[in-house]
């Protein structure tokens, strides 16, 4: 009975005696969510249109912050390395076209999975050789970042929030709603549609399969390079964030691989979820749930919707 | 044999819809894959404004022809001659661009997407208003977005499909979407046609639709056709001129009566041994 009650009892009893405390761990749930939301974007902006699990999609992340940081560390001004950042992703996005997916067009879809395995690999020794192994503090301050924070009180209590929190909401918020606005309605976003439902029908109605793969990739590289900024200046910037980006996983098959607001939804209920847990039903076995407690939903939730919320149901005719 | 549309007379030699430019020449083309030739030394032309049949046997070639066509498959050896400018090779964006649009064996629609979608996508190459307009999706984009939509309502309404305008094709029966996909080849406003086995596995009366369907693409838009077909009775009805491929090879090419008397082309049909 004792652990029934702690189980399903007390950690209930425990939130509604202090709501602030509650509204807290949902708000730091929340924004760590926005992180998750934003790095299983770029796996759901480069699936949508190719139909390729991107693997390397973490360390395209550590990869941009990384970039960032490297050449603040070199004397570039901090606007000025924005804009070389921006430049490097749509290297990135033009090799990788021309290096690895090009040669593999119309390759069964392990073969490109397979090759963003490889691609993952060489970034991260690519980085390191470059930028070397240790970790870097990112330049939030030089960004004009904001660094404060605003207590407000709530229900009795008082509730922090960071305002380098608060920049990360608005900032993804904004960067979701204009890229939802471009791939759902515009005609590259039909395009890319098109891509990813036939490759050969969509090039004999003149679209190149190229073009379309160069502006995926550098869009996701440019999510990658926003989320490693956030990420970075709530932490720091290493090749530890790599492991991060597998919270991906789970948030995508929540929200479904090819769902923008899926994506969104699913980071969401993620990040909120396991701070919860780790905060109320994490003392009862020592802690550090919050690293296996998404994965464990996402089990759950694969029995009763595998397409995911908002996943296309595919159903095949046989 | 004539029992699908029998209401198109036999064009007769000095038929106005047909004129004497050839507006694609194939010469010499082969084709192999590793050690299998799918195509031997093939050469055929299409004059504008026919419709000419590819028809042969199963693994004849007549797919991998319209890839080279189209320029999915690149021949090893030959010229594609189109519209006057000869190329070793076809490349499937600059075939898109000067007029050819295609449909495909297996229907290649975008399962996703709604039938005025998929129709829409045959506008890519029309529409031309920068990223900038379409990202806020006013002033010219929206204009465009318009003008191209009233053609995509023009083609639905040519093929009969107005109460499966919204629907995703995905759920549309076969024969449905093999319509959808001839709409968005026509959207194209295509100069060159190439259809492949447009009729296959549908019943009489979808057959005789989609022959109309050709032959009023034919005359009425003034679109050259490449189409290839087992249907016999389809082919002997719908096209001016028929090229018969046998084992990659060119058997014959002539008149639907010519080639029907012709002895290899029976011989190749009713399978005789090759010596």
């Keep these: ?318 | 044999m004539n029992v699908m549309v029998a209401e198109r007379p036999q064009p007769a030699p000095t038929d106005e819809r047909i004129s004497s430019e050839v507006i694609l020449k194939v010469d010499n083309i082969t084709l192999s894959f590793g050690g299998v030739k799918a195509i031997q030394n093939v050469s055929f032309d299409v004059r504008r404004g026919e419709v000419r049949a590819i028809i042969g046997p199963n693994g004849a070639g007549k797919t991998s022809m319209l890839n080279c066509i189209n320029g999915f498959y690149h021949p090893q050896d030959g010229t594609i001659t189109y519209r006057g400018t000869p190329r070793k090779q076809m490349r499937p964006h600059i075939a898109a661009t000067q007029g050819i649009a295609r449909t495909f064996q297996n229907v290649a629609l975008f399962r996703g997407m709604s039938t005025l979608d998929n129709i829409m996508s045959g506008r890519t190459l029309k529409m031309k208003t920068n990223l900038f307009w379409q990202m806020i999706r006013r002033g010219p984009a929206e204009n465009e977005e318009i003008e191209h939509r009233k053609v995509v309502e023009e083609i639905i309404d040519f093929l009969e499909i107005q109460e499966i305008r919204r629907t995703p094709v995905g759920r549309l029966p076969y024969g449905l979407q093999k319509r959808v996909e001839l709409g968005r080849a026509l959207a194209m406003e295509p100069t060159l046609l190439l259809l492949d086995e447009p009729m296959a596995g549908m019943n009489l009366e979808e057959k005789r639709d989609m022959s109309r369907f050709i032959i009023d693409a034919n005359e009425q838009l003034g679109t050259t056709i490449c189409l290839i077909e087992h249907d016999m009775g389809v082919v002997m009805d719908l096209s001016d001129r028929v090229v018969v491929l046998d084992h990659g090879e060119l058997i014959a090419d002539g008149t639907p009566q010519e080639v029907q008397a012709d002895q290899a082309v029976i011989d190749a049909y009713l399978g005789v041994a090759h010596e």
């Design chain 1, 1 to 318: 009975m004792d652990v029934l009650y702690q189980v399903f009892v007390d950690p209930f009893v425990q939130m509604g005696a202090m709501p602030d405390l509650l509204i807290q761990v949902i708000w730091e749930g929340f924004v760590s969510g926005i992180l998750y939301a934003l790095i299983a974007l770029g796996f759901v902006l480069i699936f949508k249109a190719s139909g390729i699990f991107n693997f390397a999609q973490g360390i395209m992340v550590v990869f941009g912050a990384l970039s960032l940081v490297g050449l603040y560390e070199l004397g570039v001004p901090a606007w000025l390395a924005i804009v070389l950042c921006i430049a490097i992703m749509f290297a990135l996005a033009v090799t990788v076209e021309r290096v690895v997916l090009r040669p593999l067009v119309n390759q069964p879809d392990i073969i490109l999975f397979m090759a963003t395995i490889g691609l993952n690999s060489f970034l991260i020794g690519f980085g390191e050789s470059v930028f070397g192994g240790e970790p870097k503090t990112m330049i939030t301050e030089q960004l004009g970042l904001p660094t404060g924070s605003t207590a407000v009180d709530v229900l009795g209590g008082r509730v922090i929030f960071q305002h380098l929190d608060i920049a990360a909401a608005v900032i993804a918020a904004l960067m979701v709603a204009g890229l939802a606005i471009f791939f759902n309605k515009s005609k590259i976003g039909r395009a890319l549609r098109a891509v990813a439902d036939d490759h050969q029908a969509a090039m004999s109605v003149g679209i190149t399969l190229q073009q379309i793969w160069v502006i995926v990739w550098f869009a996701a590289g440019i999510v990658a390079l926003v989320t490693g900024i956030m990420w970075g200046a709530r932490s720091d910037v290493s090749f530890a964030l790599e492991i991060v980006a597998l919270k991906a996983l789970p948030v995508l098959i929540l929200g479904g691989f090819t769902s923008i607001p899926g994506a969104i939804i699913g980071g969401l209920i993620i990040g909120i979820s396991e701070k919860l847990a780790e905060f109320y039903w994490g003392p009862l076995v020592g802690g550090s749930i919050e690293s296996w407690v998404p994965f464990f939903i996402a089990l759950i939730f694969l029995w009763f919707r595998p397409q995911g919320l908002f996943g296309e149901k595919i159903i095949e005719r046989i």
